[in-house]
């Protein structure tokens, strides 16, 4: 069974939510502890994405990917969070945990550096866990390379590194 890309919706977002709450504790547990991973819950985050559609959607783009009708996948981004005008901010790809290995992330992936294309823009940044190895390695097989900037922010109370990643468009 394929996977389709669509534009997200207002009406997609609370699913939107529970997907990323779900996709953050399977990619996270194994190096934060759960109690970091317990808020916000599945609906806490959707209505963090709804809140955050009513600012960004003029500006920002998300799609998500579907399996049979069922929500598997999104991707999220934007103008660059350092303000270049030349550079678009890659600000989430995430799965379904059981869609791991099956493509879709690529996929999102994909389609998220052809419409940074569009946009324009002709260099793709993004923000990703240093002791998140997995996502690193899909970055790194999709063309991401370290910039060697680095940023602390909580997860929960547990505070996380950040490595920032770049990409040519």
Request: glycine share 8%.
């Amino acid at each position: 069974m394929t996977v389709t890309l669509r534009p997200a919706t207002e009406g997609d977002l609370m699913a939107v939510g529970a997907l990323h709450q779900r996709s953050r504790v399977a990619a996270y547990s194994a190096f934060l502890p759960a109690e970091a991973l317990a808020d916000p819950t599945p609906e806490a985050m959707g209505r963090y994405w709804v809140e955050r559609w009513i600012w960004e959607r003029d500006t920002h783009r998300m799609t998500v990917a579907e399996r049979a009708g069922a929500l598997v996948g999104f991707s999220h981004l934007g103008p660059d969070d350092e303000d270049d005008p030349a550079t678009g901010l890659l600000n989430a790809i995430h799965l379904d945990p059981a869609e791991q290995g099956r493509g879709v992330g690529r996929t999102l992936m994909v389609d998220a550096l052809d419409a940074m294309r569009a946009q324009g823009w002709r260099r793709a940044v993004l923000w990703v866990l240093r002791d998140n190895a997995h996502a690193r390695s899909f970055y790194e097989r999709g063309g991401w390379t370290p910039t060697g900037d680095e940023r602390d922010e909580a997860i929960g109370s547990a505070p996380t590194r950040q490595l920032r990643y770049t990409r040519p468009l």
